[in-house]
């Protein structure tokens, strides 16, 4: 049995590892990880750095909104401690930063734009900007809640790979996403039914389910010949994948 679903770590090996750091990231690929997700804000004075919620305060041991504070002042906040003593030290990374370490690896990579909350002025252009000058055009996947984000992408890089983000059972999405080309479904995990699944792979479109981290779900996806999951668990993933690849 032929396999192929790809496997993006979900915040890096977030299972293991502090979410959205540096060594998450390394480890996810060490893992065997096929790419790698991560959320992307603008700092108070415009910095692209890497960070799921709005504030701080659930994954350092600072306080306050990230749009409130200087690329310099995220800098002096742990990133690690919060999620294990071993971890002590970890940063909350710029975009640039992962980009440039993306570079020499072979992993894809998935940019999730966090301006459902905060309406980041030109974040997309600077992450567009971004991608062009590490020459990532070919491995990046910029996906968005704010769908309105996406179709600016659009207009500004029709060349790179936008998806949406959807957490409802909409009816055959794929219509919707190419109106605004947008061209792959990320949707919440109990979204990606059987029927689901099928429908997107007649229509072309790439399903990938987040977050998919139950062996039960990762290995029936698989056998669904689903495009691709996010995962916080990239080693246990690429482990069944084996499994039911030899089976």
Not at 76 to 101: H, K, M, Y
Not at 189 to 205: D, F, N, Q, T, Y
Request: proline share 6%; aromatic share 8%.
């Amino acid at each position: 049995m032929s396999v192929n679903t790809l496997i993006f770590a979900h915040r890096g090996a977030k299972g293991t590892h502090p979410e959205n750091t540096m060594i998450a990231f390394q480890t996810a690929e060490q893992q065997g990880a096929d790419g790698i997700e991560l959320d992307v804000q603008l700092s108070k004075d415009g910095v692209p750095v890497v960070i799921h919620d709005e504030t701080v305060d659930r994954t350092t041991n600072g306080s306050g909104w990230v749009k409130d504070m200087t690329y310099q002042e995220l800098q002096t906040l742990d990133a690690g401690s919060w999620f294990d003593p071993s971890f002590t030290g970890q940063r909350i990374p710029t975009l640039n930063e992962v980009l440039a370490w993306v570079r020499d690896t072979p992993l894809l990579i998935n940019i999730e734009l966090k301006n459902g909350i905060v309406p980041y002025p030109n974040l997309e252009q600077i992450v567009i900007d971004l991608v062009h000058r590490y020459q990532l055009e070919k491995r990046v996947i910029l996906s968005s809640f704010n769908h309105y984000s996406l179709v600016d992408i659009h207009r500004l890089a029709p060349h790179l790979e936008t998806a949406i983000l959807y957490m409802e059972g909409l009816y055959e999405p794929w219509h919707y996403a190419r109106r605004i080309g947008a061209s792959a479904l990320h949707c919440y995990l109990p979204a990606a039914v059987p029927k689901m699944i099928e429908e997107a792979k007649r229509a072309g479109m790439p399903l990938r389910p987040f977050t998919v981290n139950r062996e039960e779900d990762i290995s029936s996806l698989m056998q669904a010949g689903c495009a691709a999951i996010f995962t916080d668990w990239p080693e246990r993933a690429r482990n069944i994948r084996q499994t039911l690849s030899h089976s």
